[in-house]
């Protein structure tokens, strides 16, 4: 193993830790933390700063470790949130790589992976309400994807550029 794959597996690492301990800052008022998606801010840095393949690692393990050792989210939403922030890790490092090593790019990476996730989040849920003979309707996916995370989503879009811009200046970050 080089010092580049030891490098990128303990920023997942890292990563991962931050999933299991950022949703205490909301878990107090669980509106406030379903509404700020603290999981998703390393979810989705994981991309930027480790690549798309730990990126994935780490979305599609921390909701499930953190379901199975704190009993938070619950199993269902774990489940959901799994495919959810590995597509937002995965898709950010993806675009990251391949988008011009501009600071737009981060944005747009950034964004599109927020999309892509949200939309694998809705077929997710989608399958899941199916087996479990539920509703999942498109006015459910809009407020859960959309309408109930705006504080989380501006939040992000405020957040993780800052972090991972002031990282690429520090030299600390693969551009």
Do not use: D
Request: include cysteine; charge should be positive.
């Amino acid at each position: 193993m080089n010092n580049r794959s030891i490098k990128h597996m303990t920023l997942a690492a890292a990563c991962l830790a931050l999933c299991m301990v950022l949703p205490f800052l909301t878990g107090q008022i669980p509106q406030i933390g379903g509404m700020l998606s603290p999981m998703h801010i390393p979810a989705l840095l994981a991309g930027f700063l480790c690549g798309p393949w730990w990126a994935l690692a780490v979305g599609a393990i921390a909701p499930l470790l953190r379901h199975f050792t704190l009993h938070m989210p619950p199993l269902i939403t774990a489940v959901a949130m799994s495919f959810e922030l590995a597509a937002y890790g995965c898709f950010a490092g993806l675009l990251y790589r391949k988008l011009p090593k501009k600071t737009s790019s981060v944005y747009i990476a950034l964004i599109a992976a927020m999309i892509l996730g949200r939309l694998v989040w809705g077929v997710v849920m989608v399958v899941i309400s199916g087996a479990t003979g539920s509703a999942f309707t498109w006015a459910a996916f809009l407020a859960g994807a959309f309408t109930k995370a705006i504080p989380g989503i501006i939040l992000h879009i405020l957040l993780i550029p800052v972090i991972v811009l002031a990282l690429e200046r520090a030299g600390l970050l693969e551009k």
